[in-house]
């Protein structure tokens, strides 16, 4: 059973290995590139895995070759005999569950409570979740944040991001309190109230920069004479992740008061990450996406059951709209060069992101700034490279500008679920909207047998019967974040869940994991309708 299991992992980290992993550029050696272990979007030790993977032996064990050419065996090396203590020891480390008033003083809440959980492949780990509530403004927000090129530019939208859609969203007349107590050196009222889970953490280095560029920000909201009772949710998700991107690219280029900002800067601009951001208020839920994580809400039908109803497109080459968009940005003799390999410019997965300002960059920009790093910081450690992208011919090929959908709340809106990519490699979107339906409910839907169904022979009938069985097993988590993780993970052939192909998820060495899985981090929302 255990390597039947494995096996299936490895066959489907052989297709992955045709759709997430990106190609070398060819004009230049690999050894110029990036080669973060973590990092899946434009790391070198992602480029070539063709040669890693072929040696995959499934006999009596299964044989892998790592990185470094070591070979290693289920027998020898691994210990897949992972307890079920265990397996639930490593799923809930990072839950989280919240509940929320029903009432903030503003009036009602729509957010009855939320759960939220990751799990990490990289190490560390590139994702990021936020989630706060506004006091100067109406409505909660959440966020998911997926790094790539390592983890600097997630945490760093993450800590910022909310704090400039709330500032947008505030009235003037609370801007202007805001920037009276900050110049008279009094305490200033609070914007957001945080709901941080033990292990978050800020740059807190970083923190006086972050600030000031903050403040700058409302003192443009204030000159505005537009700006009267604060931006719309729409308008001010939009203005705000193009200002913070516009803000660490800036922050990348002047100079700055110590060492350690201007690395944790340049560090940040050269990294990258998605966003996906929802505000829940009284007029209903928007959502801002750049970049492919996703959203997706849980509509509970008249007959019970469950419908998924997406919130959110998925910024990449898959999505014909949006590869139009990008060609459309570029003359017509780049039509062929600017998406290849279903990758930007063959390089990158994402088609808007925050940072990455190798794509946004002129090369004598990009050189420029990492030549002014001190000569006692080691650019490799930082995940810094310089190498030419193939066919930069008309930069930027990049931007953070969100798509923003917005929905009118129904009574049958039940729930939310926010997303990294590494989720939705395992789970389509209508399958994890029934998993968190039935685990609210309690309740596990079977269809009718079909006409069709009824002239199946004993064997298939016994694997119809094993499938229906499996839905109606009863949750393992009281965490709805946590219970998607687990089925994420540990789904079998028949819809069960598979202690052993979860354990041999769980227990792969750090530097296979991101071989067969991505960093997943999910936010669940229940909505009081």
Sequence with gaps: ???????????????????????????????????????????????D????????????????????????????????????????????????????????????SLVRKFESNHLAANTPNEDRRSAASCLQAKGTLFGVFDGHGGWACAQAVS???????????????????????????????PVLQWYKHRTDFNYRDSASLYAHHLRVFWQELLDSQEHGEGMCPSDAMHYAF??????????????????????????????????????????????????????????????????????????????????????????????????????????LMPSRAFGDVRFKWSHELQRSILASLESSVDPDSLNLYHYTLPNYLTPPYLDAAPEVTYRKVRPQDRFLILGTDGLWDELRSQEAVRLVGEHLSGIHLQSPVSQSERQLKLGQMHQLLLK?????????????????????????????????RLASMLALPQDLARMYRDDITTIVVYLNT
């Design 468 to 500: 229906r069985q499996a839905r109606a097993m009863p949750a393992s988590d009281d965490n709805a974040a946590t219970h998607l993780i687990r089925h994420a993970l540990g789904t079998g052939e028949y819809g069960e869940l598979c202690h052993e």
């Design 159 to 189: 800590e910022r991001l909310l704090y400039y859609i709330t500032v947008a969203m505030m009235p003037k007349r609370s801007l202007e309190e805001l920037e009276n107590c900050v110049e008279h050196g009094r305490p200033a009222p």
């Design 1 to 47: 059973m255990l390597r039947r299991s494995y096996a299936r992992i490895i066959e489907r980290a052989s297709r992955r290995g045709g759709s997430n992993f990106p190609k070398a550029p060819q004009n230049r050696p690999l050894a110029l590139l990036p080669k973060a272990a973590h990092s899946h979007r434009h790391s070198s030790s992602c480029w």
């Design 242 to 347: 193009k200002r913070l991107d516009a803000d660490i690219s800036l922050e990348a280029q002047v100079p700055l008061s110590n060492d350690l900002m201007k690395t944790t800067a340049i560090q940040v601009a050269f990294a990258g990450s998605t966003a996906c951001v929802a505000h829940i208020g009284p007029e209903g839920i928007h959502v801002a996406n750049a970049g492919d994580s996703r959203a997706v809400l849980g509509v509970q039908e008249a007959d019970g059951s469950w419908t998924a109803v997406p919130l959110s497109q998925d910024h990449n080459c898959c999505n014909r709209a949006e590869l139009r968009r990008v060609r459309a940005q570029h003359p017509p003799s780049e039509r062929r060069t600017v998406v290849t390999d279903d990758r930007l410019l063959g390089v």
């Design 49 to 108: 895995l063709s040669s890693r993977r072929s040696e995959h032996k499934l006999c009596t064990g299964v044989t892998l070759r790592t990185r470094s050419g070591r070979h290693l065996s289920t027998h020898q090396d691994f210990d897949f005999q992972l307890s079920r203590v265990q397996i639930d020891s490593i799923l809930r480390a990072n839950e989280q569950s919240v509940s929320v008033p029903a009432f903030d003083g503003r009036g009602r």
